[in-house]
Nanobody, 125 residues
Framework: QVQLVESGGGLVQAGGSLRLSCAAS????????MGWFRQTPGKEREFVAG????????SYADSLKGRFTISRDNAKNTVFLQMNSLKPEDTAVYYC??????????????????WGQGTQVTVSS
């Protein structure tokens, strides 16, 4: 069982940037598909981006393409989410998720059995 720990959230002004990190303990991400999701109060968890660890291929929510970038560091067993040109509507709790599957990225939260505790991102106007 892999444990996921997010970091890097915080308060930023609109137009600013943040980089979130998700580190694994317990095992490596090899063979996993990793995703970032976000959630605001009263709303369903929303897919942000995903990456296949084995190939590095990525997927993004259409509305976030061009502003957010997901990447991985094999040596550090860490996945990142670089967020640029942040907007107040990006304010949410961001979660890292993983599933032990080499298949393509899923945008469905229920496809991921492993979740981090979440990190708050607040974008002020």
């Amino acid at each position: 069982q892999v444990q996921l720990v997010e970091s890097g959230g915080g308060l930023v002004q609109a137009g600013g940037s943040l980089r979130l990190s998700c580190a694994a303990s317990g095992r490596t991400f090899r063979g996993y598909t990793m995703g970032w999701f976000r959630q605001t109060p009263g709303k369903e968890r929303e897919f942000v981006a995903g990456i296949r660890w084995s190939t590095g291929s990525t997927s993004y929510a259409d509305s976030l393409k061009g502003r957010f970038t997901i990447s991985r560091d094999n040596a550090k067993n860490t996945v990142f989410l670089q967020m640029n040109s942040l907007k107040p509507e990006d304010t949410a709790v961001y979660y890292c998720a993983g599933r032990p599957s080499p298949l393509s990225v899923s945008m469905i939260p229920g496809a991921y059995p492993n979740w981090g505790q979440g990190t708050q991102v607040t974008v002020s106007s």
